[in-house]
């Protein structure tokens, strides 16, 4: 065949690849290629992508890393693209799917990866015509946005900024290597103590925000014990001269009261060292002296029964004598003067015993002799 006839063939055939296809043709991979037909029932789905970056037509579509179909156009609708996907049925996808650009490597193919979210309602199936909505398509970042961000922390990035704080760390801790492994030890130390004391420190946590509950309830009685003391303290504030010269005076009143108690330090000293046996033997009197003072102005009634002695023209008394041993020689004799005891006691005549501490006393032996 010549040159020309074959040229022929080839314009015959383009020119029935443009009939059959329409009047539109994006290049190669405009038209199905072998490995991308789609066997069985498939349906026709449109997808919304924000960026497609190089996703082109016959890019596979995966689901749980599965081809489950391809696709067949790629069209711009306003700020995004449309994506119309074939897709065989047997994969069940629900019309809950999700959508995400993906890279099979850093260098590549992409494709599109259907995914069902967790938790979402499967009940319904993907039908032919339905539309992935863009606000549930999303992309992997890109390989030239994997090395931009690699390029920014390479250059000036984060490992200079690490390289400086190792350099600093290295000085800090150059030579002191034995205080950092006691401040480790110390840290240790602290930390178990913290762990020791754990129940203490919920226990003094629940207790605050007891407390917090308690303060929380009762906001409407702090509140009026706020307003309260609110006009105490405004009364405070006009009357802080009177309260400080009042403490003024209060300090010279100490000063003075320091200086009259150090000049008569020794004085005192004295005064209650010589108080001290007296009030020893007023203590140890015990009841002797307030009964002595309820008879010592209505002997021989006691002043709190007087009212109740004499009644008309008679006199009451109700007298209890101890004339035990006991009572003779620690109450009766101890109370009758020391002459008149000698006198008793040196008597050698019958005496009446209710007159005779009344009468003279009789002179002795000795006396009458001389």
Wanted: proline share 5%.
């Amino acid at each position: 065949m010549s040159k020309k006839s074959s040229a022929q063939v080839l314009a015959g055939a383009a020119l029935v690849l443009l009939t059959v296809t329409g009047c539109r043709f994006d290049g190669v991979n405009s038209l199905p290629l072998p490995g991308t037909a789609i066997s069985g029932d498939t349906i026709e789905v449109t997808v919304e992508m924000a960026d497609i970056q190089n996703l082109v037509n016959n890019s596979v579509v995966k689901a749980g890393n599965v081809n489950v179909g391809a696709i067949r156009r790629v069209d711009v609708d306003g700020w995004h693209a449309r994506l119309t996907v074939q897709l065989n049925t047997s994969a069940n996808l629900p019309a809950t799917v999700t959508a995400t650009l993906g890279q099979t490597s850093i260098l590549g193919a992409q494709y599109l990866e259907l995914e069902v979210p967790q938790g979402a309602d499967i009940s319904r199936p993907l039908r032919d015509g339905d539309t992935v909505a863009l606000r549930n398509t999303s992309e992997h970042p890109s390989t030239d946005q994997v090395l931009s961000a690699l390029s920014a922390v390479l250059n000036g990035g984060g490992l200079q900024q690490l390289q400086t704080i190792t350099l600093e760390l290295n000085h800090v801790m150059d030579g002191r290597e034995e205080s950092l492994r006691s401040l480790i030890g110390n840290l240790e130390t602290f930390v178990g103590g913290l762990n020791d004391q754990r129940e203490n420190i919920l226990r003094a946590i629940d207790n605050v925000d007891r407390l917090a509950g308690t303060l929380g309830a009762q906001t409407e009685t702090i509140d009026t014990g706020l307003s309260t003391i609110a006009p105490a303290l405004a009364v405070l504030a006009d009357q802080q001269t009177q309260l400080t010269g009042m403490l003024e005076s209060l300090g010279e009143f100490g000063a003075v009261a320091d200086q009259v108690l150090s000049s008569s330090h020794d004085d005192l000293i004295a005064d209650l060292t010589q108080l001290q046996p007296v009030l020893t033997e007023l203590a140890a009197s015990g009841t002797n002296l307030p009964d002595a003072l309820d008879l010592m102005l209505t002997v021989p009634f006691p002043v709190s029964t007087i009212d109740r002695t004499v009644r008309g023209d008679f006199i009451n008394l109700y007298l209890t004598v101890d004339l035990s041993a006991d009572g003779i020689m620690n109450k009766v004799l101890p109370s009758i003067p020391k002459g008149i005891n000698e006198q008793i006691f040196s008597a050698t005549q019958a005496a009446n015993p209710l007159l005779a501490p009344l009468l003279p006393a009789a002179p002795t032996t000795e006396e009458g002799g001389n």
